[in-house]
């Protein structure tokens, strides 16, 4: 064959697109470790991200990356802006209106999401027990899964770092995930220096109750482990309590155990208002045994913004720290305006000042000294 003859034959070829440029923005991959130790090989710039499992989309939220966030689990889906208690999902809303991926929570329908034509999943999980499942779910989609876990950091912060630094490389947000974590180190230091000087004797006894897990609870509901209890090294009565729950965060602690501690201030975590029953500010008002607390007697009973919804919102966590850090030691955080504080710390982790927002969903109680008439 002529050098001419081939020169035409190659022509004609790139007419009718037998031969297609590639773009090598498309084709380059990375290649990560998850957290149950699976290599996965992704793209090195993921720009339409699928999210599932419980409180899959807070980190990505911490991160700065829902703009890429093409679809939802169904949790995200079934809150509106006047009932949510997750900071992220106030401060994007626009969440609620993305596609889900199924009609329970972590579940991931292959044809929801081939529609919604995603480069990459990210699926936290609780163990390691679902590499199979993604497998599989990769090798029905070819679309690759990252399974991730949401680890608490206050309990769990190296591992919590980790995972959080895994999605950095992942999104290309390496900066900003050092950027949280080294603000949530910064936060910690700050509660422990205003509060490491005052001596354990005469500190009052504390509890918290109507903490949810896995929905809203009564009175009852609390955490041995408590912690903004912990960060201001004050004194939690539940603090080594049996959980009884499989998991040492929280405990269903029995009403006579309750009033055996006789706390001096009491705690309520508002996520109890749609407790069946009304809830811990219902009991408290009702129960006779209850009302007859020393905290209720004397009027130290106050209340907290909810931390937990689709798993534990740090922010919160922390917010509320600052809180019960003002009620228990004045002089300490004197320079301290909680809800300002509060927002302070929720523009900084999930972009936006949503305190007002997340107290109107708890009737406008948060960080307020409940009003409990005696009976």
Known sequence: MSIGILLVLITVCLTAGCIQPSDPHETE?????????????????????AVSGSGSTRLVAYLGALDRVVAVDSQDGKTTQ?????????ANPGLRNLPTLG????????????????????????????????????AKTGIPVVLYAQYDPGTKPDEFAANLRLLGKVLGKEERAEEILKY???????????????????????????????????????????????????RNTAAGADTGTGTTENAKVAKEQILAWNPDIIFVDLATLTAA???????????????????????????????TSMGANYETILADAYYIGKVLYPEQFADIDPAAKADEIYRFVVGAPVYEQLNANVNNLSFTKLEIPLL
Not at 30 to 49: F, H, L, S
Not at 190 to 198: E, H, Q, V
Not at 291 to 304: D, F, K, P, W
């Open 277 to 307: 029953g009304g809830g811990s500010i219902v009991e408290l008002s009702t129960d006779p045994s209850y009302n007859a607390m020393t905290a209720v007697q004397t009027g130290e009973v106050y209340a907290v913004l909810p931390h």
């Open 82 to 90: 006047t009932s949510d208690l997750r900071p992220y999902g106030l």
């Open 103 to 138: 009609t329970a929570k972590g579940q991931i329908d292959p044809e929801r999401l081939l529609a919604a034509s995603p480069d990459l999943i990210l699926k936290s999980v609780s163990g390691t027990d679902l590499a199979g499942e993604a497998d599989e779910l990769t």
């Open 184 to 234: 949530f180190d910064a936060i910690r230091e700050d509660l422990a220096s205003r509060t490491k000087d005052i001596p354990d004797e005469g500190k009052p006894t504390l509890y918290v109750g109507g903490v949810a897990y896995s929905g809203s609870h009564g009175f009852y509901s609390t955490q041995p482990n408590y912690l903004p209890f912990r960060y201001l090294n004050a």
């Open 29 to 49: 991959t990375i290649t990560i470790t998850d957290v149950a130790g699976r290599e996965v090989v992704i793209p090195a710039d993921p720009q339409r991200i």
